[in-house]
T-cell receptor, first 117, second 112 residues
Framework: DTGVSQNPRHKITKRGQNVTFRCDPI?????LYWYRQTLGQGPEFLTY????????KSRLLSDRFSAERPKGSFSTLEIQRTEQGDSAMYLC???????????????FGPGTRLTVT | GNSVTQMEGPVTLSEEAFLTINCTYT??????LFWYVQYPGEGLQLLLK?????DKGSNKGFEATYRKETTSFHLEKGSVQVSDSAVYFC???????????FGQGTRLTINP
C-alpha cells in the first residue's frame, strides 16, 4: 500500500488552456473524492465516486470541470478553458466504505498545485 | 448548512507549552468530527476522530472531546514539540453524507 498518489504535483498553464489531473487511490478503496484548497483556506469538496459512479457534485464544480473514474480505480479531473480563479491545490482522497460503518476515514494524496497565468 | 469554525492563527508557542486550538461546528444532524494535520510539503493526515457525543479521540499526545452541548471539538496537547509545527484542520462529516467540511485551518509554529 503506497497511499494515494496524484500526478502531476505541479502544473502551470495559461488561461484558456485545458488541464487534466490524475489520482490513484489506495488499491482496495471503493470511494474517491476530489477537493480544492486555496491559499489559507481549508479544502472544499468538489465531487466523489463510489466505484465508477459519480454520486455527488458540489456547486463549486462548474460546467468547465469534469471528473471520471472509468473502471472504479484511478480518477481524472479535467478543467477546460482554465481561468485564473482556478489556481489552487487540487486534493484527492479515498476511503473504504462497508455496510454498517457510518464514518469513513478519508486518506489524502499530496495534491496537484495548479497555477493559471 | 454545515460549517466549521477554527480559532484564528497563526499560533506560535515554545516547546513544551500547552496547546489548545478551538473548533466549533454547526450541523443539522449528528456529525462525526475529525482533526487533520498538514505538515510542510505533505498531504493531509488524519490525526484523530470522534463519532459521537462525549467520545474522546486521541493520537500522538493530542486529544479532542466531542462536546455536543457546546458544539465543540477543541484540540489539546499537554507538551508540544518542534515537530508538531504544521497546519491543523478541524472537519466534520454528516451521517449519511460522504464529504468532509473543513475549517479554515490553524498554522502552528513551535519554537525550540
Amino acid at each position: 500500500d503506497t497511499g494515494v498518489s496524484q500526478n502531476p504535483r505541479h502544473k502551470i498553464t495559461k488561461r484558456g488552456q485545458n488541464v487534466t489531473f490524475r489520482c490513484d487511490p489506495i488499491s482496495e478503496h471503493n470511494r474517491l473524492y476530489w477537493y480544492r484548497q486555496t491559499l489559507g483556506q481549508g479544502p472544499e469538496f468538489l465531487t466523489y465516486f463510489q466505484n465508477e459512479a459519480q454520486l455527488e457534485k458540489s456547486r463549486l464544480l462548474s460546467d468547465r470541470f469534469s471528473a471520471e473514474r472509468p473502471k472504479g480505480s484511478f480518477s481524472t479531473l479535467e478543467i477546460q478553458r482554465t481561468e485564473q480563479g482556478d489556481s489552487a491545490m487540487y486534493l484527492c482522497a479515498s476511503s473504504l466504505a462497508s455496510s454498517g460503518v457510518s464514518s469513513y476515514e478519508q486518506y489524502f494524496g499530496p495534491g496537484t498545485r495548479l497555477t493559471v497565468t | 448548512g454545515n460549517s466549521v469554525t477554527q480559532m484564528e492563527g497563526p499560533v506560535t508557542l515554545s516547546e513544551e507549552a500547552f496547546l489548545t486550538i478551538n473548533c466549533t461546528y454547526t450541523a443539522t444532524g449528528y456529525p462525526s468530527l475529525f482533526w487533520y494535520v498538514q505538515y510542510p510539503g505533505e498531504g493531509l493526515q488524519l490525526l484523530l476522530k470522534a463519532t459521537k457525543a462525549d467520545d474522546k479521540g486521541s493520537n500522538k499526545g493530542f486529544e479532542a472531546t466531542y462536546r455536543k452541548e457546546t458544539t465543540s471539538f477543541h484540540l489539546e496537547k499537554g507538551s508540544v514539540q518542534v515537530s508538531d509545527s504544521a497546519v491543523y484542520f478541524c472537519a466534520l462529516s454528516e451521517r449519511g453524507a460522504q464529504k468532509l467540511v473543513f475549517g479554515q485551518g490553524t498554522r502552528l509554529t513551535i519554537n525550540p
